[in-house]
Nanobody, 121 residues
Framework: QVQLVESGGGLVQAGGSLRLSCAAS????????MGWYRQAPGKQRELVAS???????NYVDSVKGRFTISRDNAKNTVNLQMNNLKVEDTAVYYC???????????????WGQGTQVTVSS
């Protein structure tokens, strides 16, 4: 069974920091892009940040300069360091990984269960 397990969400005041972590496990052959998405109430899920297997990163404009994504290929983990958090960052954050597994021997998108991030004013 392939799964992504997230941790690190919570409640923080505006201007504070949180670090999200996500670990992929199971019958994984390789992982291409890993990323973090978020979904606020009444809004569509959006890509926050992504990182390729060689370390190339991409961020949505609203988090540039505040969030940093990183990954450890040996441990199949991806992290999101969130600094200077704003109220509008409040959302459920989902880990995503595009993985090749022995379950199907094809690449698929896998999702974590989501972790709540709440930023208070």
């Amino acid at each position: 069974q392939v799964q992504l397990v997230e941790s690190g969400g919570g409640l923080v005041q505006a201007g504070g920091s949180l670090r999200l972590s996500c670990a992929a496990s199971g019958s994984i052959l390789s992982i291409d892009v890993m990323g973090w998405y978020r979904q606020a109430p009444g809004k569509q899920r959006e890509l926050v940040a992504s990182i390729g297997s060689m370390g190339i990163t991409n961020y949505v404009d609203s988090v540039k300069g505040r969030f940093t994504i990183s990954r450890d290929n040996a441990k199949n983990t991806v992290n999101l360091q969130m600094n200077n958090l704003k109220v509008e960052d409040t959302a459920v954050y989902y880990c995503n990984a595009h993985m090749l597994t022995t379950r199907t021997f094809r690449t698929h998108d896998y999702w974590g269960q989501g972790t709540q991030v709440t930023v208070s004013s």
